[in-house]
């Protein structure tokens, strides 16, 4: 069975840091772009980051640059996303996503573009306090 763990979140103060890694189960990342995605109640999900495996190119959203770094660890089979310098605004779920290479999608990860990823991680909570 395919499937993406994600973990990592928890609760931490404004200013403090938080590393979320995304795991594959059943499939190996070789040949596909990982992204990274959040959703804060009663918004809608948004993209954050997400790299190529191919050729390792990175691509983050406006309010996340300089502050969170993903990373491929091609050896354990993961995507890490560290958070540093976290700020209330951050608190949301944050999902894991991968599209395959040659579904179609595979521009999404540029875009940070959520409607074409194929799989998708449960989650995990992010709460940044003031």
């Known amino acids: 069975e395919v499937q993406l763990q994600a973990s990592g979140g928890g609760l931490v103060q404004a200013g403090g840091s938080l590393r979320l890694s995304c795991a594959a189960v059943g499939f190996t990342f070789d040949d596909h772009a990982i992204g990274w995605f959040r959703q804060a109640p009663g918004k809608e999900r948004e993209g954050v980051s997400c790299?190529?495996?191919?050729?390792?190119?990175?691509y983050y959203a406006d309010f996340v640059k300089g502050r969170f770094t993903i990373s491929s660890d091609n050896s354990e089979n993961t995507v890490s996303l560290q958070m540093n310098s976290l700020k209330p605004e951050d608190t949301a779920t944050y999902y894991c996503a991968a599209v395959y290479a040659d579904s179609g999608s595979y521009d999404d990860c540029a875009r940070l573009d959520y409607t074409g990823m194929d799989y998708w991680g449960k989650g995990t909570l992010v709460t940044v306090s003031s």
């Open positions: 790299i190529r495996r191919d050729d390792g190119s990175t």
